[in-house]
């Protein structure tokens, strides 16, 4: 669930990424973006501070979600609670934890410089949400309810529904896919045949090659 070959970690963080923008489309103006430079149809909303981390990126930012006309900052994390770092704190401690640390890279430069609001979003790999996610998809589903004009509890089920499952294939994925080392290039040009068949100890008559 940790490891990062085979790109799934980033798959895992990228899934929530683009359904919870999917869902934020629906009740905000303006345009939204994903962290994603390679996609034409959006941009990457930089965080404009030059004196420290300029180059630092936020995953979605939408306009009009808690206060209208503000723009919302929103940056998502995604952590392993059985991984060997988290064992000595609970459950609470480590959704705290994870909420501070996005918080310090980009609370104060998004408040001071972007004149806006930001919000970490922080799960587990089994489906848990920190308190502060918590508050943004309960106001999620507050303005998709009044948006859709359907019942609020139906909303809110579907909508941790389409989170959980989105979690959960990304988890069967990261166990179940396969991981891989990128190929290295060997200059083929140097290598002595013979001599690496006399000490691999391969014989050529069980190769069936001619």
């Given at each position: 669930m940790t490891c990062k070959k085979g790109g799934f970690v980033c798959i895992r963080h990228d899934e929530v990424r683009d359904l919870?923008?999917?869902?934020?489309?629906?009740?905000?103006h303006g345009r939204l973006h994903r962290a994603n430079p390679s996609a034409s149809r959006w941009g990457t909303p930089a965080v404009q501070d030059s004196q420290y981390r300029p180059?630092?990126?936020?995953?979605?930012?939408?306009?009009?979600?808690?206060?209208?006309?503000?723009?919302?900052?929103?940056?998502?994390?995604?952590?392993?609670?059985?991984?060997?770092?988290?064992?000595?704190?609970?459950?609470?401690?480590?959704?705290?934890?994870?909420?501070?640390?996005?918080?310090?890279a980009y609370g104060d430069r998004i408040l001071q410089v972007d004149h806006g609001t930001f919000t970490p979003l922080v799960f587990t790999t089994s489906g848990g949400m920190a308190p502060k996610a918590r508050s943004f998809y309960s106001r999620l589903a507050d303005l998709m309810s009044v948006k859709k004009h359907q019942p609020r509890s139906s909303v809110a089920a579907w909508m941790r529904c389409r989170l959980s499952f989105s979690l959960l294939r990304s988890a069967l994925l990261c166990l179940r896919g396969t991981r891989y080392s990128t190929p290295s290039n060997t200059?083929?040009?140097?290598?002595?045949c013979e001599a690496t068949l006399v000490e691999s100890g391969i014989r050529v008559d069980r190769l069936g090659i001619e």
């Open positions: 919870t923008a999917s869902m934020l489309r629906e009740v905000c180059e630092a990126r936020v995953d979605i930012c939408a306009r009009g979600f808690w206060t209208r006309g503000q723009r919302t900052f929103l940056n998502i994390r995604i952590f392993d609670p059985m991984a060997a770092s988290h064992r000595e704190l609970s459950l609470e401690a480590v959704h705290h934890r994870n909420e501070l640390e996005k918080i310090r200059d083929r040009g140097d290598i002595d």
